[in-house]
């Protein structure tokens, strides 16, 4: 079925590090794929997004690659502090079901 | 400030007593979700509504129940828990069904059944 998979399950970095996580999704026809941010005790909050017609996009520290040929999406966060330390979910907008298909979510931990 | 509040917070109960958490957002968003998040097992779709009196099963609905009268409230029902059902619950909503807006989640609602 629809899945997106997503690795690794935790990351660890020292502080000032660059930190990648990927994902790969099975529908082909998927065209948005937003990244959240789950602090402790809080519920996931998007921090970027990209959608299937652009390869790359950035915000400051954080950037999101898609290549649609292979079925990856990739979230890269530059010179990490600690406050980066959280769980991070990938998802993909299925075509099919039209509702996101969240990965099983990345643990960074960034030690000062 | 833009919300989606969700009660209570934290929850224990014993196998069979019903009881409904609370979910409450003030975007005026149609679409509302209810996942729920394990170890290893991301955030699964429990149910969700693309607005008033519309709701559809997601992808783990076995257990649970929904309503969606009025557009604001999405309540999640658990008529018979069991302890299979302790997890951690969010509730979110968004503009749209999934294509390209933002979904807005809760605080979440910690649920123990024992």
Redesign the interface.
């Known amino acids: 079925g629809e899945n997106v998979e997503?690795h690794p399950?935790t990351l660890s970095v020292q502080e000032g590090d660059s930190a990648v996580i990927k994902c790969t999704y099975s529908d082909s026809a998927s065209?948005?794929f937003?990244w959240?941010k789950q602090e402790l005790?809080?519920?996931?909050?998007?921090i970027i997004?990209i959608?299937s017609n652009v390869g790359e996009k950035k915000d400051q520290r954080i950037a999101v690659t898609l290549n649609k040929t292979a079925k990856h999406f990739s979230l890269h966060i530059t010179e990490t502090q600690p406050e980066d330390s959280a769980v991070y979910?990938c998802a993909a907008?299925?075509a099919a079901?039209?509702?996101?298909i969240?990965?099983?979510?990345t643990r960074l931990q960034v030690f000062p | 400030e833009a919300q989606?509040t969700q009660n209570p917070r934290y929850l224990i109960t014993v196998t069979g007593k019903k009881l409904t958490v609370t979910c409450s957002q003030n975007m005026n968003h149609e679409y509302m979700?209810w996942?729920r998040q394990d170890p290893?097992?991301?955030?699964?779709?429990i149910y969700?509504s693309m607005n008033v009196e519309v709701t559809d099963k997601?992808d783990v609905p076995e257990g649970y129940k929904v309503s969606r009268k009025e557009k604001r409230n999405f309540p999640l029902i658990l008529e018979s828990p069991s302890p299979n059902q302790t997890s951690l619950y969010?509730c979110?909503s968004s503009l749209s069904?999934?294509?390209?807006t933002?979904?807005f989640?809760?605080?979440?609602t910690r649920l123990t059944v024992v």
């Open positions: 997503q399950s065209n948005y937003p959240y005790g809080k519920g996931p909050q998007l997004d959608r979910f907008s299925m079901t039209d509702k996101l969240f990965g099983t979510g | 989606v979700s996942y290893g097992l991301g955030l699964r779709q969700y997601g969010f979110a069904l999934g294509r390209g933002e979904a989640f809760g605080q979440g």
